[in-house]
């Protein structure tokens, strides 16, 4: 059986950012003048281009090492469908040969990441429902 090596808390943190991300819409208003607090926080679901969440998966991201951002590309790949957990060697050889520094970014602008990287854990019998994530 293919061994991860990235944790699965660090997959699920990932998984659980990018959600974050996924649900923000567009800025209803550019300039509100008005008090949060009276406005609901709905702020917090518009998507800036200054978005701490972003920033913060951004960060996460660029904190990993070679390894761990090549599982997470794997296990993208993965979970899309794109191979089985049978071929995990030979996806890590290809993982490998394409790989670039630019794999946050590639990650970042993947869409349906988070279903993607669950996919991908769930054909290595985990799931992010198992984790604790306050420690990361």
Not at 61 to 89: H, M, Q, S, Y
Request: glycine share 8%.
């Amino acid at each position: 059986m293919a061994a991860l090596r990235i944790s699965p808390e660090k997959v699920c943190f990932v998984v659980v950012k990018a959600r974050e991300l996924d649900v923000k819409v567009a800025p209803a208003e550019l300039d509100r003048g008005s008090n949060p607090t009276d406005d609901q926080m709905v702020q917090v679901l518009e998507d800036y281009a200054d978005d701490p969440t972003f920033e913060e998966l951004r960060s996460f991201l660029e904190a990993l090492n070679d390894d761990e951002l090549e599982d997470l590309l794997a296990l993208t790949w993965l979970g899309r469908g794109d191979c089985g957990v049978d071929d995990w060697d030979e996806v890590m050889e290809e993982v490998r040969d394409v790989r670039e520094r630019r794999t946050g970014d590639y990650l970042l602008g993947t869409p349906l990441l988070p279903d993607y990287l669950e996919g991908g854990l769930a054909e290595f019998g985990l799931s992010c429902d198992e984790f604790e994530l306050g420690h990361l």
